[in-house]
């Protein structure tokens, strides 16, 4: 697959919501392949709103990547979904649906009466819209793999926070990994284990059902005194657990607190508080949610790029290879 006048065997299209990440997916592969695999696609409003898409490329018996993270969640959704149709309706072949951010998977399960399971929800719209398998990085939920009914991947990144806090940090013996909920338990034993030496523990939360934003009450289950603690999470839209996790922990003797944010989900009135001082030591978070929405600007933050794993990904769909096997 190196012959420049050969035709590339498949495309790449982003929606207008990930087109930083999207960019630096297509520029791996096109030097990789030596071949351009970037699918030219116009997305617009009409002057109601109304979402037009249009597919520049000839893609009949083609297969095809659609790369959108779908935070704020509404307006790019709907995008995702008309991209998925007009290639469908182009007659490609296959449709591979990319979302680095899959939003609304925090309801994933009805927790009172009367309430959606809006994760599988999304996963019927997806479905109906012609996609062939869908693709996500590091899903609120593994249980939403089972809402679709076609293949589904959900990318890890404990790995790539490893690789870069491994940089930052050489006595391991110091480091504590937090999860700042039961539920995150497993991501910060498999991120520990990464780091010979370091240990992990739990923050216990009550969250308020009344407000759904708002938690209290942080407890933490385990030994942080003068260590150098990182509360890793798959997501943040607030960043009230991540502040109130690290308050604790610094109550508890703490060294340092950093944190590892998956998903960057915070309106940009969050970020702006963040400019104004945090006793977080280092925020490391990865590029899945668009550049605008993530504090890359601070000087705390640090980038974790998921680009290659993605676009290695790619690559081992395409060749029929083991997807699993790029995580392990």
Not at 260 to 276: F, R, S, V
Request: aromatic share 6%.
């Amino acid at each position: 697959m190196n012959d420049k006048n050969m035709e590339c065997p498949f495309l790449i299209f982003s929606g207008r919501n990930s087109q930083t990440l999207s960019q630096k997916i297509c520029d791996y592969l096109n030097k990789k392949l030596n071949f351009n695999v970037c699918g030219e696609i116009n997305c617009e409003n009409f002057s109601d709103g109304e979402i037009r898409v249009q597919i520049k490329n000839n893609v009949r018996g083609k297969e095809v990547f659609v790369i959108q993270s779908t935070n704020s969640p509404a307006d790019n959704l709907l995008e995702l979904l008309v991209i998925i149709d007009a290639l469908k309706r182009a007659s490609a072949e296959k449709i591979t649906t990319i979302i680095p951010y899959f939003g609304y998977a925090r309801q994933d399960r009805k927790t009172h009466g009367r309430e959606p399971i809006t994760a599988k929800l999304m996963a019927n719209l997806i479905e109906t819209a012609g996609a062939n398998r869908v693709v996500c990085v590091d899903l609120h939920a593994g249980q939403i793999q089972g809402f679709f009914n076609i293949p589904m991947d959900d990318l890890k990144t404990v790995k790539l926070f490893a690789e870069q806090i491994k940089k930052d940090f050489t006595n391991f013996e110091n480091i504590v990994v937090a999860s700042p909920d039961a539920g995150g338990a497993k991501r910060a034993e498999k991120l520990a284990s990464y780091m010979p030496g370091s240990s992990w523990v739990i923050c216990y939360k009550n969250r308020h059902h009344d407000d759904k934003d708002n938690v209290s009450d942080f407890k933490i289950l385990g030994e942080v005194k003068n260590k150098d603690v990182i509360i890793i999470d798959d997501v943040t839209s607030t960043f009230s657990t991540i502040k109130g996790s690290a308050t604790e922990i610094l109550n508890q003797g703490a060294k340092t607190v950093s944190a590892g944010i998956a998903h960057w989900a915070c309106p940009n009135e969050i970020t702006d508080k963040l400019k104004q001082g945090t006793n977080i030591t280092t925020i490391y978070v990865t590029n899945t949610c668009p550049r605008s929405s993530y504090p890359i600007s601070l000087n705390i933050a640090k980038e974790i790029d998921v680009s290659q794993l993605i676009s290695e990904t790619i690559l081992r769909i395409v060749n029929h290879d083991s997807v699993s096997s790029l995580l392990e």
